[in-house]
Each structure stands twice: as structure tokens, then as C-alpha cells.
């Protein structure tokens, strides 16, 4: 270890696979999808399988032992789930004597709440107490409220990256010794809003999303949180935390090319995986396995495959897209894929691409389609890609 | 390691792309006020002008007005933008189109600039920027976390310089709300008014602001960012000691700060924090506010690093400007920016003659 690497020691998480790392690591393993009809959601549109968390507001407000008569959105009460089981493993408390920063992607924001309330907030004044929470930094706030001992919060929004850009900001703040610890992620909760934006785009499948296969239709929306903690080794050791890896390098970039589409050779992708490598000091040989952004769109898989070969030319490591089991967490997903990561890395497994059949006939890419065991997985790479363009690469390492 | 504010550029309640409100400022007795909308033909071509919702157009053309006056041939390394709201108007279209034609015969129009990144991605398309792009989107702190975040990758020496923005529009609908729950004050708003402070609520403005940070001190630098903190809810014990370790890392003492600016808004209990502040550590040192030329919002204490920054390149502090004393502050060398929002967030900048 390096007296200034950024270790991984907690992390928690909540999707449609399950609550916690374990629920999340056997659906992995035995290849089980949590894509399947909406059950929550209030929308007409049945026809769409999304990736939902099991779990009601109602259960999740009781497994928290929330004060019920407050106000919250569901992205806040998926944040703060995924967040207890990160800080409860890293030992982290309300008087915990360290700078921490807690840093949270989000898009959506209050918007469950505000879809359902907006008319009745200019007819009468039943539910004004939900007008303060339909702003991002809503859900960051009420988490940080109900956890205490936060030194530094904020809240990032790139789209679908937002999770990723809050772990590059939380590492950079390490580094230049701004905090001590970094908890960092993101969360969002399905919303009528954004499911019916995704679908006037037509980006979205009406069966179980198919990433990288020739005849994929689009992606399945998904919910969840997912939040990490980082800190350096002197850190850790002192407060007697093991820690689970390190994050060995990162990038930031923007594709620069379109609002809601990606450049056909994958600029920003490109530029995103090639900065994280060269920020981490590893060659192109060491990465084992690339958790792919793979939405299952047409745009984004050729996009991304085309900016894979470009990086990694014919050597290109294991590949697969874990949205084929959680749909596709928007801002969560870089936290969310993140754990998966993690969770593939410690126990030396490739997770599935499910449902790919045909390799894409412009950029053939074939992922993992069962999920692989190996001797020992080093390090991985996870992509996140957003709308505008906002594209950012992580690599998680082992600790050797 | 240096940082040096080299351009910036503003549209806002204020006469737009210029500093006339340094001067000549206009004092405004609603609650309400809009944008005063520059002519937009210079920076962006009609063609493009006529899909961009206000904020874009806003937030373009304070971008390229910036780098017209700051950059100097090379590329830019970070565009991070703050808004505390990102593109309402177009948020809204969708949100009433969705709910008046219960989920059905929607396009994808506002959709596709109803994300808060939407503005951030907007400008490196414009710049054609390959590199390092983020939004921030907390509240009353969104502006200073975007700072912060350039502020860490110049320490890291990540970057070498950076494209800084904050915009926040506000439509009726917003106001509306906000209005609701105590954002606006009820009644008559004017400059006493405000600073008089004691009624809850303050006046709502927009903004668009952008600007260009380099660690390459040259002609066209305005001032230097010395270092900053954000906190969230301190102890007293804690925000002093962040305090003084700015100043102390930069050899600085209370009594050499010439003025501190602040998000004095006329909210009683916002301004409380403020006044606070004052008699526990500044007792004798100007109070500078900014608010009652802009208005509120949420990524509005970019105008207080506007101010600040302006002082410098004008060399002075307009009385206009000072909230408690009188007689304009010449050749003013440091100056704090302290925002807070809520009692929870508190930002500390430290700005420097150069």
C-alpha cells in the first residue's frame, strides 16, 4: 500500500437485486434479474419492465425507524438505506473525530412527489411541506439530518455519471487533505417523469434490456443507492477499519458532441477510460474486467464498444454490462456499479451480460455471458455515462 | 500554488455584460424581477438561439463573453457550473405537458433540456471541451461547492485553469411556490426594507455568472483566490478555527481584511448569521452586501465573488455597496466572502490583490 492511495472500507447498497452487498452479490451470482413488471410507480405505463426496490416508502420509512409524520421522497429514504449499511460497516457515527465529507448524485430529486402534488400545490395548502424537497440537494440534506456528523456536504448532478463525479470529487478532496474521510454516491427512486422522458426518446425496451446485442431496443429504467467510503491508510488504520480496496484511478471528460446522444467513436468515452488508466498508473494488460456503462440503446453500446476498441485494441479484458440485472439507476449508477465492481473484485468473479445473444454488427464486442469465476481478479474498470455527454471512468484495485 | 480570477461576465437583474451597477446601480421595489436580456445575436447564431431555453441562452453567452475577455489561446481544463434549480422552465413544459395529457402524446423536446447538467454539457459543446465537466446543485451553496471543486484540482495541480458558472432562472411557477414557504418577503421590498431586516423573506432575482480561474498570473489578473472552506453546520469551535487557519495559512490576521461580503437578503433569519458574525469576529471590519442590487436565489452568492472580485479591479468599494458604514473602502488588499445557507452551509473565501 501507499501511504496516499484511496482505500475503499465501507460500502452499502440497494437496488432491485436486494438490500445490502449480500443480497447484491447472490443475484449476481446466480445470474437473477430484478427487471420485471413496475409494481410501485403510479404510471400507466405497464408495458415497461423496470428494475424497482422491493421495498415500499411505508417499509423502508419502518426499517430506518423514521419519524413517519416528516415529509420525504422516496430517493431520499433509498439514500439513506443504502448510506446505514456503508456507515455502519465503516464505524462511522455522529461523533466520529474526522473531517468527513458527504457527497450525493442526484437528477430526479423530489421530483416522485412533485409529479403527484404539483396541481395541488397552487390549489390549496395540503401539501406544501413537500415543496422544499423537490430540489436535489433535498435528499442529501435529509440524509446528512438523519446521520449527523457531516463536515462537508454537497450535491452533484451530471445525469446518469452523478455517482461517479461525486467518487472523483470525494477522492480529489482526500488527496488534497480538505477531509479525512469521503462518503460518497448516489440515489434515485423512479419517477413518471423521467420514465416518460426516457420513452418520447424511444430509448426504452419493452422486454429485459439485451446491452451489446445486435438487436437490442433500449434500456430498462432501474432505482437504488449505493454509497462508498474512502479514506487513506493512515485513516483507516487509526480507526481500526480493513479496508476492502482502493480506487487506483479516475477520469472526468465530456463527449461534447450532443445533448441526449453519444459521438459515434466515443470521444468522451474514450477520453475517460484512457485519463483513468493513465491517472492510475496501469497499463491496458492489467485491467481483468470492464463493468460497461451499456445502457442496451443502440447509441450508447456502439459508442461505447467503438471507444473500448480504441483503448484497448485487440486485448480488449472481460466485458459486461450489469444493467441487465438492476435496469439502469441513472444517477445511482456509478455508485451502484461501483459496489458491483468492488463486490466482483474481492470475490474474484465476472458478472453476466445478460440476455445478449448476437454480437453488434458495426463493433462486435462480446461481454461475459455466464458469470465467470477466476483465480484472482486485480483490477477493474467501471464507466458511467451521462447525458451531455458527461462521461467518467473509475478503476478499483486490489490491495496487494 | 496560486489561483487568479483573469475574467468574469454577468447577466442579471443588474444592466447585463457590464459593470454600470458598479456605478449606477438599479435599486428595484418588487418582489419579483426578471433577467435583463442582453442582445444574444453576438454570441449565439439565431438558429441554435431558438432551442435553447433561457437559462442556455444565459449561461452561453456569460461563458463566451468570459473567455473573450480572459483566456489566452489555450485550452480549458474544468467547465463546473453551479444552479440550484438547473432548467425549470423546461422542466416545467414537460412536467404540465406530462400531467395535462396524463402520460401521453409527450415529446421529447423539454425533456431533453429539463437536466440540471444540461447547462454545463451545453457550454462544452459550444467550446467543443473534451475535458473535465460537473454540476453542482446544492442549494444555497451550489455556486461556492463548484468553486470548491476547481479549488481542489488547482491544489492537486490537476488543472490549469477553469471555467466557473452559476445559473439559476426563475419562472412564475417557482416564484410561486417559493412564495409559499417564505421565500419572498410579503409586502413592500426596497433597499431599507431589506436592510432593515426584520421580516422574514428577501427579493427574487436570476442569475447567470461565469468565471475564468488560471494559475498563470498575468495582466489581465483581477485578483487571487488565496483559499477557501465549506462547513456544514460548525460548532462555533470549528468555524473559528477554519477561520483562522485561512488567514493564517495565508499570513493574515482579523484586522487585515478590508471588507467582508456577504448574503446580507433582508431575511431576518438569514442575516442573523451574518450580524453574528460580525460581532464575534468583525467587529470594526466593512460589511459589504449584494443582494439587494440581485435579489436571492440559490447559486446568487456567485455575485458575491463578482462584487468582491469587482472591488479589486476597480480598486474600491463603492459606498453603495457597504452595508454599515459609509465612506467607499480604496485600494482595498483582502477581502472575505461568507455565504451561508439556512445556518447550515457556511463558505469562507479569501480573495487578494494581485
Redesign the interface.
Known amino acids: 500500500m501507499v501511504l496516499n492511495d484511496i482505500l475503499v472500507t465501507a460500502m452499502g447498497i440497494l437496488t432491485g437485486l436486494g438490500l445490502g452487498k449480500n443480497e447484491t452479490l447472490q443475484s449476481l451470482l446466480n445470474q437473477k434479474s430484478a427487471i420485471g413488471e413496475l409494481k410501485h410507480l403510479k ?3 405497464h408495458e415497461l419492465p423496470v428494475s424497482e426496490v422491493r421495498l415500499s416508502d411505508e417499509e423502508m420509512i419502518s426499517l430506518l425507524n423514521y419519524d413517519s409524520t416528516k415529509p420525504l421522497t422516496r430517493t431520499t429514504l433509498l439514500g439513506m438505506l443504502a448510506l446505514k449499511e456503508a456507515l455502519e460497516e465503516a464505524k462511522i457515527h455522529k461523533d466520529t473525530p474526522k473531517r468527513i465529507a ?1 457527497i450525493s448524485g442526484t ?1 430526479v430529486g423530489g421530483m416522485d412527489k ?2 403527484d402534488y ?2 395541488e ?2 390549489q390549496n ?1 395540503s401539501k ?1 411541506e413537500y ?2 424537497l423537490h ?3 433535498a435528499s ?2 435529509a440524509i ?1 439530518d438523519y446521520f449527523g456528523g ?10 446518469c455519471s452523478s455517482a461517479a ?1 461525486a467518487v472523483i ?1 470525494g477522492a ?2 482526500i ?2 487533505n ?1 477531509v479525512d474521510i469521503a462518503v460518497v454516491g448516489g440515489t434515485e427512486c423512479l419517477s ?2 423521467h420514465l ?2 426516457f ?3 424511444m430509448i426504452l425496451d419493452k422486454e429485459p434490456c439485451k446491452p451489446f446485442d445486435k438487436d437490442r431496443q433500449g434500456l430498462n429504467l432501474g432505482e437504488g443507492a449505493a454509497y462508498i467510503v474512502l479514506e487513506k491508510e493512515s485513516s483507516a488504520k487509526e480507526r481500526n477499519v480493513k479496508p476492502i480496496c482502493k480506487l487506483s484511478g479516475y477520469a ?9 446522444a453519444s459521438s459515434p467513436n466515443g ?2 468515452a474514450f ?1 475517460s477510460m484512457k485519463r483513468a488508466l493513465e491517472d492510475s498508473g496501469l497499463s491496458i494488460n492489467d485491467i481483468d474486467y470492464i463493468n460497461a456503462h451499456g445502457t442496451g440503446t443502440g447509441n450508447n453500446d456502439s459508442s461505447e464498444a467503438s471507444a473500448i476498441k480504441r483503448v484497448f485494441g485487440e486485448n480488449i479484458p472481460y466485458v459486461s454490462s450489469t444493467k441487465s440485472f438492476t435496469g439502469h439507476t441513472t444517477s445511482a449508477a456509478g455508485s451502484v456499479e461501483s459496489v458491483i465492481s468492488i463486490l466482483a473484485l474481492k470475490n474474484n468473479f465476472i458478472p453476466a451480460n445478460l440476455n445478449f445473444k448476437t454480437p453488434m454488427e458495426d463493433v462486435a464486442l462480446v461481454p461475459v455471458q455466464k458469470t465467470i469465476h477466476l483465480p484472482n481478479i486485480k483490477h477493474i474498470m467501471t464507466n458511467s455515462f ?5 462521461d467518467s471512468s473509475c478503476i478499483f484495485s486490489k490491495i496487494i | 500554488m496560486s489561483i487568479y480570477i483573469q475574467s468574469l461576465s454577468q447577466i442579471s437583474i443588474q444592466e447585463p455584460l457590464c459593470d454600470t451597477w458598479f456605478d449606477n446601480p438599479i435599486y428595484y421595489n418588487e418582489r419579483y424581477v426578471e433577467v435583463i436580456e442582453p442582445n444574444y445575436k453576438q454570441y449565439i447564431n439565431p438558429m441554435s438561439s431558438r432551442r435553447m431555453g433561457k437559462i442556455l441562452k444565459r449561461a452561453v453567452t456569460t461563458s463566451l463573453e468570459t473567455l473573450k475577455k480572459g483566456k489566452k489561446g489555450n485550452e480549458i481544463d474544468a467547465i463546473i457550473t453551479a444552479t440550484g434549480l438547473g432548467c425549470v422552465e423546461n422542466t416545467e413544459k414537460f412536467l404540465y405537458s406530462m400531467l395535462d395529457n396524463n402520460e401521453t402524446l409527450l415529446t421529447p423536446t423539454y425533456f431533453i433540456q429539463s437536466t440540471h447538467n444540461t447547462i454545463s454539457s451545453q457550454i462544452a459543446l459550444e467550446l467543443k471541451c473534451n475535458n473535465y465537466n460537473s454540476t453542482y446543485v446544492h442549494r444555497g451553496i451550489s455556486f461556492d461547492s463548484a468553486l470548491f471543486d476547481a479549488y481542489v484540482q488547482f491544489i492537486l495541480n490537476k488543472i490549469n485553469n477553469a471555467l466557473v458558472g452559476a445559473h439559476d432562472e426563475m419562472t412564475k411557477d417557482m416564484f410561486a411556490l417559493y412564495d409559499k414557504i417564505g421565500y419572498w418577503k410579503q409586502g413592500d421590498v426596497n433597499k431599507e426594507i431589506l436592510k432593515q431586516s426584520d421580516s422574514i423573506g428577501s427579493f427574487s432575482g436570476e442569475i447567470a455568472s461565469c468565471f475564468f480561474l488560471s494559475n498563470e498570473k498575468n495582466n489581465d489578473s483581477i485578483c487571487s483566490l488565496d483559499g477557501m472552506t465549506i462547513l456544514h453546520k460548525p460548532t462555533n469551535e470549528r468555524f473559528e478555527e477554519s477561520l483562522l487557519s485561512l488567514l493564517k495559512e495565508n499570513d493574515l490576521n482579523l484586522y487585515d481584511i478590508d471588507a467582508v461580503v456577504v448574503g446580507y437578503s433582508g431575511d431576518k433569519e438569514n442575516d442573523m448569521v451574518y450580524t453574528r458574525l460580525k460581532s464575534l469576529f468583525f467587529e470594526d471590519t466593512p460589511f459589504v452586501w449584494y443582494k439587494h442590487l440581485f435579489g436571492e436565489s440559490f447559486s446568487m452568492s456567485a455575485m458575491g465573488f463578482y462584487v468582491g472580485a469587482t472591488c479589486f479591479k476597480n480598486n474600491k468599494i463603492p459606498n453603495h455597496l457597504l452595508l454599515d458604514t459609509e465612506k467607499e473602502i480604496i485600494n482595498p488588499k483582502h477581502i472575505i466572502i461568507y455565504n451561508h445557507f439556512q445556518n447550515q452551509e457556511h463558505s469562507l473565501i479569501l480573495l487578494s490583490k494581485c
Do not use: M, P, R, V
Not at chain 1, 150 to 159: K, L, Q
Not at chain 1, 252 to 257: G, I, K, L, P, R
Not at chain 1, 386 to 390: D, E, L, T, V
Open positions: 404510471t400507466i405505463h458527504f437528477t412533485n409529479e404539483y396541481k400545490f397552487f395548502n406544501d415543496i422544499s430540489d436535489c440537494a442529501t440534506q446528512a457531516f463536515d462537508f456536504i454537497t450535491t452533484i448532478s451530471t445525469a463525479n470529487l480529489n478532496l488527496k488534497a480538505l413518471k417523469f416518460n422522458g420513452n418520447t426518446l472526468n471528460t465530456c463527449d461534447a458532441f450532443h445533448q441526449t470521444e468522451g477520453l451521462g447525458f451531455g455527454g458527461n
